[in-house]
C-alpha cells in the first residue's frame, strides 16, 4: 500500500517498505512485525541525498541496509549479496 509523504504531498519512494518522511527524516516499515522504523538526518540535503540513492531506486534492497533485512523477513531465500 503506497502511503502519501506528508512533506511533498506525493510519493517519489519507489521502496515498498517506505511509509511517510518528514524534511529530515524517512519513516519505514520495521524489520519486527508491525513495528515501524525512524531514520533522522542531521540536514535535509543529506536525508535527500539518501532517499535518491536508496528509497527512490529499484535496487534499494541492495543499496539500503534496512530494506535488505526487512526483505528478509519475508523471504529468507531471495536475500541478494550486499557489495
Not at 500500500?1 to 506525493?10: D, E, H, N, P, S
Not at 540513492?53 to 535488505?68: E, I, K
Amino acid at each position: 500500500m503506497w502511503r502519501i509523504a506528508k512533506l511533498k504531498g506525493f510519493v517519489t519512494a519507489v521502496c515498498p517498505y517506505y511509509i511517510n518522511e518528514t524534511r529530515t527524516s524517512i519513516t519505514c516499515e520495521g524489520y519486527i512485525g508491525g513495528a515501524e522504523c525512524l531514520t533522522r538526518f542531521p540536514t535535509v540535503d543529506e536525508k535527500e541525498r539518501f532517499q535518491a540513492a536508496r528509497c527512490n531506486s529499484f535496487g534499494y534492497v541492495v543499496t539500503c541496509p534496512l530494506a535488505w533485512i526487512i526483505e528478509g523477513k519475508y523471504d529468507v531465500d531471495y536475500l541478494p549479496e550486499r557489495g
